[in-house]
């Protein structure tokens, strides 16, 4: 068996490091670092597969609805902070006449529309950093319906989003140790962790 080690932040996993993302930030971290494996059952694989192959089409509706073109779809990894931080978002569109990146999902889960998620809101705020784009569409299909939320360009969380990938940077690159994590900013967004 290998475990996966990572030395750079991933987008998609700042919601677990700012704790309100499918994993604790200390299961997170002891993904990334090669100490845990990371173990999904069929359902969530199955799940998981269903979404990569409802992308395309998912992004194909809400150009539809929305009445746009979605282009530069999965076409790339862009890194940012120096390399720190690696984002692959789903696309880029103009939006109310602005350049807008574009995070797509599928999802069919009873606990609520992932576009209220604050995971994926870390996500999108991490790629407005990567871009420079004052917004991002995080959209897609939800219960076989289009649905879609614009986020603006907060620059508090990306200031927090920059301390935080700084620090687990230095954690998975063994410059510092565990204990340094920043659990401050944990607590800024989940203070019951």
């Known amino acids: 068996m290998t475990i996966k080690t990572r030395n750079t932040v991933i987008a998609s996993s700042l919601g677990s490091y700012f704790g309100v993302g499918f994993n604790d930030p200390l299961t997170q971290l002891e993904m990334d670092l090669g100490e845990r494996e990371v173990v999904f059952d069929k359902d969530s694989e199955w799940r998981m597969e269903i979404g990569r192959l409802m992308e395309d089409a998912s992004l194909n509706v809400i150009e539809k609805a929305l009445d746009i073109r979605i282009i530069n779809r999965n076409i790339s990894v862009v890194e940012t902070l120096d390399g720190k931080l690696r984002c692959k978002f789903d696309g880029e569109t103009f939006y109310n006449g602005e350049e807008t990146v574009v995070e797509n999902k599928y999802s069919n889960a009873k606990s609520g529309v992932f576009t209220e998620d604050k995971g994926y809101h870390f996500q999108c705020q991490a790629y407005m950093l990567a871009t420079g784009y004052k917004q991002?569409?995080?959209?897609?299909?939800?219960?076989?319906?289009?649905?879609?939320?614009?986020?603006?360009?907060?620059?508090?969380?990306?200031?927090?989003?920059?301390?935080?990938?700084?620090?687990?940077?230095?954690?998975?690159?063994?410059?510092?140790?565990?204990?340094?994590?920043?659990?401050?900013?944990?607590?800024?967004?989940n203070p019951s962790l």
Not at 150 to 172: C, F, G, H, P, S
């Open 136 to 189: 991002a569409l995080l959209c897609g299909m939800y219960q076989g319906a289009p649905v879609w939320k614009l986020i603006k360009r907060d620059e508090d969380m990306i200031a927090d989003i920059t301390e935080m990938v700084q620090a687990v940077y230095e954690i998975l690159n063994g410059f510092k140790g565990k204990e340094d994590f920043p659990y401050h900013l944990v607590e800024k967004y």
